[in-house]
């Protein structure tokens, strides 16, 4: 069973950045497509981004597409979601997830997620 540790959020100002981190262990990690969903106070959780497991192929919500880049470290199983020009609607706890099949983590259909790391933008 793979298991997903994140790490790298914050409170910032509007305009400024981070990067999340989302590290994969256990069972077949590297073969895994990982995947950044949020989910703002009130609203359902929504795909962010999404890296293949070469790190290959990516997919972007439309609303980040411009300013947040994900990246994977194939030796360390670790996919980075930097974010730049942060915006106040960024504001939501950002979670990671994995899964074998490309379009069930981009559909948010994964059983494997990780616990959550809350970014709050400020304006």
């Known amino acids: 069973q793979v298991q997903l540790i994140e790490s790298g959020g914050g409170f910032v100002e509007a305009g400024e950045s981070l990067r999340l981190s989302c590290t994969a262990s256990g069972g077949a990690a590297a073969h895994y497509t990982l995947g950044w969903f949020r989910q703002a106070p009130g609203k359902e959780r929504e795909f962010v981004a999404a890296i293949y497991k070469d790190g290959g192929r990516t997919q972007y919500a439309a609303a980040v597409k411009e300013r947040f880049t994900i990246s994977r470290d194939s030796a360390t199983n670790t996919a980075f979601l930097q974010m730049n020009g942060l915006k106040p609607e960024d504001t939501a706890v950002y979670y990671c997830?994995?899964?074998?099949?490309?379009?069930?983590?981009?559909?948010?259909?994964?059983?494997?997620w990780g616990q959550g790391t809350q970014v709050t933008v400020s304006s």
């Open positions: 997830s994995a899964g074998i099949v490309w379009g069930t983590v981009v559909q948010g259909k994964s059983n494997t």
